[in-house]
């Protein structure tokens, strides 16, 4: 059985995603579609609108056969530690290719630009120096570095997200030496007619939860921009959990972690260095809400991204000794499969070159530490207690979600 | 002018407060009262009803003529420490004799109990350790022991609250060689009638905060329990701040502080020891509020006051190291006076041996860190955010209160 892999996050699911999936399907020829996703909190250093679960099942319903999770370790970091974990869990489970979505659609430019980026590594990297020097963000600087090289032909431009993303993925690869082949599909020119999508039909994930976050209950004002079974997930995640989750309600949480912690603690947070905690510390007195505190701790020289996953690892009291503990994962954590998805680890079981985790009761504690952390505290993001012990006690009762194949 | 000091927490102040003050200075013959005054936090480990300045306000208008903070370092510990802290601050203030309640109400008994117990230290301590390992709480050894020692005639009954604190407070001014005399008021032989007082207008503050805590706007009710000037200042803290402050405003923030912490870090909490920290964090799992948290760690091992002092140390975020960096305090924080008060602090300003704080700004931060912290979780007790920053910045901003004798 021949598997290809995608690199999500489901937040949530909807029907670009569900094009980017059949896609992957028709370019790789696969049998099946694995899916590395984040936990509950994501990469832009935010928690997820539903829990992994329920964003598993909206994979599944839509034509994932297997869903695995992204540990916190990998899930919360910029896009080379992300990308690093990602496809380290793809190449365990035994995929033979795996397709990311970018702006450029080009794979052979991502794999020339690798290369390229290889061959100029030393002048590259002291251009990055130089610019981080000047004041510039990382991302910027990256950026720039890239701009002020020469012989550049046929690249791909490494200042869109999502090419900076594929860029990683490719590089992560040929780190680790893997066989799997690459294919990218183009967001651009994706020919969505031919799907049966309109522009009617394709709203971003952003818009999506900006949509479900201005009031409860109106998750049909998105009903054409996602598939049915996403609608009806998100449906019954609000029935049963009263809460889309939201920055805004960990925030009373953050500004107490803050005002209760010292600077010297507070700097022993992961990602929190030069200072910052000063900055984080003096706007959580004055801030009134999370928007209100990130404007104001922004400055040129962090991203809103970065400066979030710094928050983030705050809320959830991560350390740079807890982050930095393993280089690359050390389990594949199993969320949910198809019967298809059921079949090939049973074939494959003997081969995968992590240990596979289906029960979080048969895991080794230490490893799991930072994850089970993640999920007590976006429990939080409820007010109401049983609602909160609910989430927590799913975490360790729930066997993987299992779909039977129509 | 001669100064007679009293120890207190005010929570809030009533009726028998004003009899204490008012027997104080016809026993004492006192020009003016000192009261030391725990700060937001007290000695049960609860977060005050209302904040130490209203507090500080009842305690003039009713009598007292300065009012000066016990540190959250002495405020918030068991009878020994808490005793040592505050007659240290009445000694530094020059009070020549302080008064406090006693079930007791013989001064002799108390001062013979002291030097009965010095006498036997050794045997107690024994007997103390004896009963510890036989899994009685501190308390319950400490009386069980004293009542083991021979040949006690005229002493103080020491299994009574006030009279243990009595006890030590006599204790502490001899170990710091203090000249104050002590004098203490009978709870039970109060003449409360020759004051006015009937039993009608008679009732501990723990009934009284029970009455506040039932529902918003209930002062009427114990209208007849409390000076008028309480009642109007009771009324004022409400408008103003709209709550008062309890344990279970904070408990969604204790509960997120152990669920994100590891158990080796909430060993580092100040009285957390003995495996404790895990009973604290499966307690934190399953309970849905403040008292089923508490009735849930209880253990015939340790007493609710002490589970309770443990539970605010780790919502303070208050470590070991921190609590034990001073055996005494270090300055006296000036929280309000009267122009008797005022002139008395003119007239020794020169002799007292410890600093006079009447600005938190000019203090040394590292002096103050403690409290300080303290404060800003005092505030998150409102889940208004203009109210938190009220309450924050008044601790900077507010002089101490001044009230001009009528």
């Known amino acids: 059985m021949k598997a290809a892999g995608v ?5 949530p699911f909807h029907n670009g995603h569900l094009h980017h999936l059949t896609e992957t399907r028709k370019m790789t020829n696969a049998d099946l579609i694995i899916a590395v996703m984040s936990g509950n909190f994501l990469q832009r250093g935010e928690p997820a609108i539903v829990s992994k679960w329920s964003r598993t099942k909206m994979a599944l319903n839509a034509g994932a056969d297997i869903v695995v999770e992204l540990p916190y370790a990998f899930a919360t970091q910029h896009a080379e530690i992300f990308a690093s974990g990602a496809v380290t869990l793809l190449d365990a489970l035994k995929c033979s290719a795996f397709c990311f ?11 020339e630009t690798v290369r390229y980026l290889h061959r100029h590594e030393e002048k590259y990297n002291a251009f990055v120096q130089e610019y981080i020097k000047l004041g510039m963000s990382y991302p910027s600087a990256l950026s720039k570095a890239f701009q002020s090289l020469d012989d550049k032909q046929d690249l791909v431009n490494l200042s869109l997200p999502n090419n900076i993303l594929g860029y990683h993925y490719i590089q992560a690869r040929n780190s680790i030496a893997s066989g799997m082949k690459a294919y990218t599909l183009g967001r651009k020119n994706a020919n969505y007619h031919d799907e049966g999508f309109t522009d009617e039909t394709i709203a971003s994930a952003t818009s999506i939860r900006k949509e479900l976050g201005k009031k409860k209950g109106n998750i049909k004002s998105v009903r054409s921009f996602i598939p049915p079974s996403t609608f009806e997930e998100l449906e019954a995640y609000q029935d049963t959990y009263g809460v889309f989750h939201d920055w805004e309600h960990y925030f009373p949480l953050l500004k107490y972690k803050i005002l209760s912690s010292s600077p010297e603690q507070l700097s022993g947070i992961y990602e929190i260095e030069e200072g910052i905690e000063n900055r984080f ?15 104001t701790v922004k400055t040129k020289r ?27 994962p050390q389990y594949i954590r199993l969320l949910g499969m198809t019967d ?9 079981k003997k081969e995968l070159s992590l240990p596979l985790i289906s029960k979080l009761s048969s895991a080794d504690p230490d490893d799991i530490y930072l994850d089970v952390k993640a999920v007590d505290i976006y429990a939080l993001g409820s007010k109401n207690p049983d609602i909160q012990r609910k989430l927590i006690e ?12 129509e």
């Open 281 to 295: 510390k003096s706007a959580a007195y004055s801030s009134s809400s999370f928007q209100e505190f990130m404007v």
């Open 7 to 11: 690199i999500v996050e489901y937040n």
């Open 394 to 405: 799913q975490e360790f009762k729930q066997p993987p979600v299992y779909l039977k194949n």
């Open 340 to 348: 298809t998805g059921r079949d090939y680890l049973n074939l494959h």
């Open 302 to 328: 962090y991203t809103w991204t970065r400066l979030q996953r710094m928050a983030l690892h705050i809320l959830t009291n991560t350390t740079k000794k807890e982050m930095n503990k393993h280089p690359s």
């Open 101 to 111: 979505g970018s702006e450029s659609g080009d794979i052979a430019a991502f794999e």
